[in-house]
């Protein structure tokens, strides 16, 4: 049973560049969290979704950043004409329907380098 | 979610047991107490949680006082790949809806296991 998969790993792109995290959650997974670590900072929140919605998008700064979960395929986390603030390590967790442990399982994540 | 308070880094020699301490003073009574750990450059993972009871598992045991308001994360014989900053989290597990709700990630404890 495969873990969360985050693609790419990692990820360089310079200012003004568009940048597009993917994650696929475990089987039978039908909740994402997205997560961004700045460098020597803790895990801060930034959306959640369930399929084809935006439950909780407190954490998500008010422009140039997206996400979606469609129906079909992962989960896109989407940051538009990035900014060297922008560089950070990007976390995707996942949960099933209907748990009630509150765990959640996380990917190894995708760092974004912006030059 | 309650706030909770833990030190910033331990040290523990390699075999012996770690006990990291977590204060949440302000801790609800239908919140949980949710450990998890990041090993550098890694994604989190899951622990342990419990309510007011003891709990362990194969990982660690977590210890609750009787007024809730502080808990410990035991690890019994700690070896050098535990090295890690561990979290702790009060959170409810579930809504009346169903629906799980996010994990709110202070800084964490750096624990050192040390040869």
């Known amino acids: 049973n495969a873990g969360v998969m985050q693609n790419p790993r990692h990820l360089v792109r310079r200012r003004g560049q568009e940048a597009r995290l993917r994650c696929s959650p475990m089987k039978g997974h039908s909740h994402v969290y997205w997560y961004r670590q700045l460098p020597e900072e803790g895990l801060k929140f930034m959306v959640y979704l369930q399929k084809e919605n935006i439950i909780d998008e407190s954490g998500m700064p008010k422009e140039r950043f997206s996400a979606e979960f469609p129906k079909e395929g992962p989960s896109i986390l989407r940051i538009q004409q990035v900014v060297r603030g922008d560089s950070a390590a990007y976390f995707c967790a996942s949960s099933p329907q209907g748990s009630n442990t509150g765990e959640l399982f996380f990917g190894e994540g995708s760092r974004l380098t912006v030059l | 979610d309650a706030k909770t308070t833990q030190p910033t880094s331990m040290d523990c020699a390699e075999g012996r047991a770690a006990n990291l301490p977590c204060n949440h003073s302000t801790i609800s009574g239908n919140e949980y107490v949710y450990w998890y750990r990041q090993i550098h450059s890694q994604g989190p993972q899951y622990i342990i949680h419990g309510l007011k009871n003891n709990e362990t598992n194969e990982m660690a045991s977590l210890i609750i006082t009787e007024d809730r308001k502080s808990s410990t994360l035991i690890l019994p014989h700690a070896t050098l790949r535990d090295t890690a900053v561990y979290y702790c989290?009060?959170?409810?597990?579930?809504?009346?809806?169903?629906?799980?709700?996010?994990?709110?990630f202070g800084k964490g404890t750096l624990l050192t296991v040390n040869p």
């Open positions: 989290i009060v959170r409810v597990a579930q809504n009346s809806g169903g629906s799980n709700y996010k994990l709110t």
